[in-house]
């Protein structure tokens, strides 16, 4: 994992963990460590709010990732709206490109909107 996405968990969990000792606090409690299982769940959530766009960028700062790859980054989805057959056969052209599979084999009918700018 890149740097950036260690440093966004890491802040996160301390937020947790900090909120966790305010609370303790209000109610006149004794600050404590947390359990294993406490400190899990707060990993988890400190994971579920790292922005989509943090990802992107540390796998595009990488270099790891071919040009196909780096092309699909920069596509947006909203699961909201069903696909075109444009978005659906510009998916099929991404994922010939990533040799998955050709634009006869891709049944898409419930694959999300992508727009991409390729």
């Known amino acids: 994992m890149d740097a ?7 802040a996160g969990y301390r937020i947790e963990l900090v909120n966790r000792w305010l609370r303790q606090l209000e109610m006149k409690k004794s600050l404590t460590s947390p359990t294993l299982a406490e400190a899990v769940l707060m990993l988890n959530r400190s994971w579920q709010l790292i922005d989509v766009k943090t990802f992107k960028h540390c796998f595009a700062h990488t270099k790891i990732l071919t040009q196909p790859q780096q ?14 057959d444009a978005d659906i056969n510009e998916l099929a052209k991404l994922l010939n490109r990533f040799e998955i599979g050709n634009q006869e084999k891709i049944k898409m009918n419930a694959v999300a909107d992508l727009h991409c700018t390729i």
């Open 71 to 84: 092309d699909f980054l920069h596509c947006e989805i909203d699961l909201n709206k069903k696909p075109s």
């Open 4 to 10: 950036g996405i260690i440093h966004s968990l890491k």
